[in-house]
């Protein structure tokens, strides 16, 4: 399933979706900002913080 435009992924949407979602593994991977946010959304819907994984990755751009 593809989530852009107006089916944006959202903590919100990803635990009313997929209700197992507190017994499970969670890989978050994006910019810092962004992975941060959306954990500490999933932890306040019940989420373990343990069971979320973050990869931050670095955003560079080049202007010429």
């Avoid at 435009?5 to 009313?16: C, D, R, V």
């Avoid at 979602?21 to 910019?31: E, H, K, N, R, W």
């Avoid at 992975?35 to 560079?60: D, H, M, Q, T, W």
């Amino acid at each position: 399933e593809y989530f852009i435009g107006e089916n944006k992924l959202t903590p919100e949407k990803l635990y009313e979706d997929y209700k197992v979602i507190s017994t499970c593994a969670i890989y978050l991977s994006g910019p810092e900002p962004m992975v941060e946010s959306f954990s500490y959304e999933l932890i306040k819907l019940g989420v373990p913080e343990k069971n979320i994984k973050r990869a931050f990755l670095a955003c560079i751009y080049m202007v010429s």
